[in-house]
């Protein structure tokens, strides 16, 4: 299957401080990438989803001014939290896919983020 | 979208087949029925999807009922590597390309 990967895999910061967590795409070109977040002992909640050379759409109750989302090419999108507090720190999954009808979305091993 | 229903949790015994149940009665004509999987902190595994027909891959097996409101997920010999959050979702095959919403899963957990 599709390898998706992200970076860094763990990150620890200090409130008021920005993060940026890249999500490549390995061995496809991923024309649509979704940005997943997932709180202790919760499901996958998504928080966006981007083609590649437009704007993220973002989910209802998600800031699109605290979580920035870029697409520029076909194989990297970036997510960066913007001005982080505590409540912020979470599990942060990026997926990929051809972005065709039946696609298959394929994840990345996830971000483990933690503001201090 | 699509409502799902899963049993929070099921076991299984290593070496047995686990039959992971799901209820998508709201379904529409062109949502897939996808499978995935989660390993504790670590990303989602796709592990096999479908429209109408039965599927069967090198993971799993997917049998979907004749009015698609149901599905079925089969492992057929179930290893301790098996134990994981089995999510099943339906998903738009239309303009949403690839929008997954998951429920709470099934905390399926395979023993000696």
């Known amino acids: 299957g599709a390898v998706v990967s992200q970076h860094p895999s763990r990150v620890i910061c200090k409130s008021g401080t920005s993060v940026k967590i890249e999500c490549r795409s390995l061995?496809?070109?991923?024309?649509?990438m979704f940005w997943y977040r997932q709180f202790p002992k919760q499901s996958l909640m998504l928080m966006a989803t981007s083609n590649e050379g437009s704007k993220a759409t973002y989910e209802q109750g998600v800031e699109k001014d605290k979580f920035l989302i870029n697409h520029a090419s076909l194989t990297l999108s970036t997510l960066t939290v913007t001005s982080a507090h505590p409540e912020d720190s979470s599990f942060y999954i990026c997926?990929?896919?051809?972005?065709?009808?039946?696609?298959?979305?394929?994840f990345g091993p996830g971000t483990r983020l933690t503001v201090l | 979208d699509a409502k799902t229903t899963q049993p929070t949790s099921m076991d299984c015994a290593e070496g047995r087949a686990a039959n992971l149940p799901c209820n998508h009665s709201t379904i529409s004509g062109n949502e897939y029925v996808y499978w995935y999987r989660q390993i504790h902190s670590q990303g989602p595994q796709y592990i096999i999807h479908g429209l109408k027909n039965n599927e069967t891959n090198e993971m799993a097996s997917l049998i979907i009922t004749e009015d698609r409101k149901s599905s079925t997920l089969i492992l057929p010999h179930a290893t301790l590597r098996d134990t994981a959050v089995y999510y099943c979702?339906?998903?738009?095959?239309?303009?949403?390309?690839?929008?997954?919403?998951f429920g709470q899963g099934t905390i399926l957990t395979v023993h000696p």
């Open positions: 979702t339906p998903v738009a095959g239309g303009t949403s390309y690839g929008k997954l919403t």
């Open positions: 061995d496809f070109q991923a024309t649509t």
């Open positions: 997926s990929a896919s051809y972005g065709r009808v039946g696609d298959t979305q394929y």
